[in-house]
């Protein structure tokens, strides 16, 4: 029962910190910047003032979509940022910057979140069937459940070392903006609590995660009594 009310009260904090995400975003999406700069524009400019040369700012399609690929060295914006002038979209596009400016740095985070990625692909594609495989077979096949948490561990994992990555990057964008002038002393706290509270979004997931992984620990070791 106490593991089930941790779960829902996970879905919960996880529901009002979308909310009050997608709140903030839509706020400082109608501040506009000073120097009525796009997010295209604050992501080259920042790109240009740290040497970064090889890598790209693309549009692509979606809300939220934003991203920075190492693969083949792309900022990824949504429409909404790559051509909206406001607070929000200069703080999306210099933190996906941070992630350039890691990678250009070798952040020794960031490279080690690109290590785990194949892995953390393979496990999201299988481990909900085969956690629920070892559930079922739990009395004929307990290794099987044990294989699940294996592979849930390393997505656990994944999510905790994802935390100082994000972070670092938003802290790498708000120096920037506010030594680059893009964000001035009207402004620059909105950006600084866009995020913040994408950060949290980070945060609630990681420890979703680990309450997600203790639950199928105790079901394997209360088999095993």
Known sequence: MNIWIIFIGFMILS????????SKFTKYSKIPLDNGMSGRDVAEKMLRDFGISNVTVK????????????????????????????ISSAAVAAHECGHAVQHAKAYAWLGLRSKLVPVVSFSSKWVQWILLAGVLLIQTFPAL?????????????????????????SRRALA???????????????????????????VVAALGSLATLLYYIMIFTGSRR
Do not use: C
Not at 64 to 75: K, S
Not at 163 to 168: K, M, T
């Open 15 to 22: 529901w009002i910190v979308s909310m009050v995400l997608k």
């Open 176 to 202: 920037w903006l506010s030594n680059a002038g893009v964000t001035s002393y009207n402004n620059h706290d909105k950006a600084q609590d866009a995020l913040k509270w994408a950060a949290y979004t980070y």
């Open 145 to 169: 459940l044990l294989a699940g948490i294996i592979l849930f561990a390393f997505t656990t994992v994944f999510s905790f070392i994802t935390l100082p990555v994000e972070i670092d990057a």
């Open 59 to 86: 549009s692509v399609e979606g809300q939220l979509t934003d991203h920075y690929n190492p693969a083949d060295r792309t900022i990824n914006l949504s429409h909404d940022v790559y051509n909206g002038r406001s």
